[in-house]
């Protein structure tokens, strides 16, 4: 039997040595599975055809930039996600909160099926109808969400980092249109995280990143999170044509930041005549409890251009700017452009998630659910003062802020060990980023491990 049912996403999984690997696709059947909550199961060895795998396929072909447990992930469903090894794990990190509506979403397999027989892909020299209607669709709801109330026009791009460089270089247009070839500098903050591409590295100050790849872009300052002082002393109507940040930072170590300091800076942002962009990368689309993180926000606060992606395609690459009116006046045929953005396929996901995530009682849900996970997160905080400094965060973009002692990353490992994913971010936190529609069985259970592992 094990002989005949080798299949790995297309690979036969014959490695020297070892018994061809029986690998059930079936979700059901793993699903009914009990998930191996306390029974400690050690990462796959070498001599299993997950380690086999990695050693002999992965990683002499793969080029170094991630460091990655045993662990080669097949198969999910909603909020559980299966390995090679057919365990079971509950999955509080979604892809890195992209995973919005969970795996295998019925709808979204639905449209890949029905949209790859009718048209995937026909370029940006024609119109489509799914990318009209997924930016004409992200304008109203942005409206009825008390997000961006000036939202006017949306570009459609692949990622987030994409969706970022066009947030720069459209901001560049605008500030030389403006004040000429001076104002051309942007300031953005200390522990955020807007991508890897040239510009977004540019923005993203942490000297890790950094470092190996400078010079980056020039006239890019960072100021202080929270402290509108450091930004008054960078900010100048001649120079400045942007401000970037992240209204909750994820990477960074899950920070909110005030709402007071977000109307100043929208305030100064209008002083100065330069563009305030949200990243929503991360924070938006539901994963704050509203539609957009800064739905929470008065109108004073609203920026002039708002990036999103990650949750966007539920896992299709997919990301989009959307901004004002003003920001569309500066920007002329030709300025930017992108072979795959806006294809067919991608934006009919798109268009679906923001129709799923809008639809009542979605976003009540998210709430009740971060309350849940809230509750139990302060309890445990509460039964490990020595190792646990808060909890923070909003809706289910969550952390979990350990102090400088504590190795994180056993704790992640541990929880893995025990069948529950988690991600880490900065300051030593470690991040909850679940499903939006992950069930409660599941933040039970999965909590259920956290605590065992921290007690450990
Ligand atoms: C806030 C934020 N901005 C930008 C990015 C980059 O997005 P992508 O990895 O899709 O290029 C990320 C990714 O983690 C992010 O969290």
Redesign the pocket.
Known sequence: MLRNLARFTGYNLRLKGLPVVAYNYSTTSGAAKKPKVFQEVSDASEETHTGQFIDKVVKPYTVTTYARPNLVLTHGKGSYIYDLENRKYIDFTAG??VTCLGHSNEGVTEILKDQSEKLIHCSNLYYNLPAGELASKLIHKTKEHNGMHDASRVFLCN????A?EAALKFARKYGKSKGGDPKVEFITFANS????SMG?LSVTPNPKYQAPFAPLIGGVQAAEPNNIESVEKLISSEKTCGVII?PIQ??GGVNLIDEAFLVKLRALCNKHDALLIY?E???GLGRSGKLWAHSHLSQEAHPDIV?M??ALGNGFPI?ATMITEKVESALSVGDHGTTYGGNPLGARIGSFVVDEITKEPFLHNINEKSEKFVTKLNEIAKAHPDKILKVKGKGLLLGLQFAENVDINKIVEKCRENGLLIITAGMNTIRFVPALNIPDQAIDEGLAILEHCIEQ
């Not at 995280?193 to 890897?196: C, K, S």
Request: charged share 25%; glycine share 18%; proline share 0%.
């Open positions: 890195i909160a990622s987030g980092t994409e970022n995280f807007h991508g890897r977004a992240e994820g990477e990243d990368i991360q924070c990036t992606a990650k990301g």
